[in-house]
């Protein structure tokens, strides 16, 4: 079993960290973090690194849900989504699976939860 779902776009990046945030809202998720690698290893290491981009991807009704069927499953949330640069003008969008995440966990109603997050993030990867 993978433990993301991706997809190669022909977009620049800048473009494509657009798209991707526009598409997640058309599956009800919000971006609530945001971490620029670049800039981050700039900052802290002084080097150098692709444009990398990490979203932190919530649905607050799903993950409302989910945490009233297990409380620790907040140390997995929110789902993260990563935009990076590809070279040669294409971006590479990867967002974890939730159900090979959750596997960890012995909670079926819980995994049936992720199913749904699980398809709500491909349809925002399709849509791109």
Do not use: W
Not at 61 to 90: H, I, S, T, Y
Not at 94 to 118: E, G
């Amino acid at each position: 079993m993978t433990y993301h779902f991706s997809k190669t776009l022909n977009l620049p990046f800048e473009t494509a960290l657009a798209a991707t945030r526009e598409a997640l809202g058309q599956e009800g998720f919000g971006v609530i973090t945001e971490i620029d690698i670049r800039a981050t290893f700039k900052a802290k290491l002084g080097e150098e690194f692709r444009a990398y981009t990490i979203l932190g991807a919530c649905n607050p009704k799903l993950a409302f849900e989910a945490l009233r069927l297990e409380d620790k499953v907040g140390a997995m949330l929110p789902c993260n989504v990563v935009v990076q640069d590809a070279g040669g003008g294409r971006t590479e969008v990867s967002a974890i699976d939730p159900v090979a995440s959750m596997q960890a966990i012995d909670n079926p109603a819980l995994k049936d939860k992720a199913a749904l997050v699980a398809d709500k993030l491909k349809a925002a990867i399709d849509r791109l």
